[in-house]
Antibody
């Protein structure tokens, strides 16, 4: 049983929107902070956002602030990333990850590819 | 934001070699540092956290050290399965950041 499974990626035009989902299983989702991390093709890892266990604390990287919104539904054991005003530079594989007791990330999904192109 | 600078960006080494990768933070991060291994087409895998604590199931040939702004990942005897890209990540700040990665290749 894969603990984190992302979905919702695809091809979108610049200026468009996309909503990513991450389905969790095998652990008590509501106990954990969750995060989104992305990786542009051939590039390194970039932290995007994280959300506290009850959704009261949220942070974003400067590169996505004001355009992306992270949210969660603990009853559905799901994490979301609403991405608006997409740009070519948002093209990447987007991973969801579970945060450990501090800020490290012991569990990752397999990723979903977002391509922003006309 | 705290900037993380890894060196080298790539290295080539034979099986059995001792390999060291360095990560430098733009300010002190009080050992709030993790190391990840990523193989092509796969998600990153946590190796160490709190600078030197080995994640469960990770071979003991991996070790970490450092303090303040400077941290090191060491592979004591490089194995074929260790050829991958390695990333450091600071979680001292509320805005997390990763190093740019170090690609370890076969010599």
């Amino acid at each position: 049983q894969v603990p984190l499974v992302e979905s919702g990626g695809g091809l979108v035009k610049p200026g468009g929107s996309l909503r990513l989902s991450c389905a969790a299983s095998g652990f008590t989702f509501s106990d954990y902070y969750m995060s989104w991390i992305r990786q542009a093709p051939g590039k390194g890892l970039e932290w995007v956002s994280y959300i506290s266990s009850v959704g009261s604390t949220i942070y974003y990287a400067d590169s996505v602030k004001g355009r992306f919104t992270i949210s969660r539904d603990n009853a559905k054991k799901s994490l979301y990333l609403q991405m608006n005003s997409l740009r070519a530079e948002d093209t990447a594989v987007y991973y969801c990850a579970r945060r450990g007791p501090l800020g490290f990330l012991p569990s990752w999904g397999q990723g979903t590819l977002v391509t922003v192109s006309s | 934001d705290i900037q993380m600078t890894q060196s080298p960006s790539s290295l080539s080494a034979p099986v059995g070699d001792r390999v060291t990768i360095t990560c430098r933070a733009s300010q002190g991060i009080s050992n709030s540092l993790a190391w990840y291994q990523q193989k092509p087409g796969k998600a990153p895998k946590l190796l160490l956290y709190a600078a030197s604590k080995l994640e469960s199931g990770v071979p003991s040939r991996f070790s970490g050290s450092g303090s303040g702004t400077d941290y090191t990942l060491t592979i004591s005897s490089l194995q074929p399965e260790d050829f991958a890209t390695y990333y450091c990540q600071q979680y001292y700040s509320t805005l997390w950041t990763f190093g740019q990665g170090t690609k370890v290749e076969i010599k």
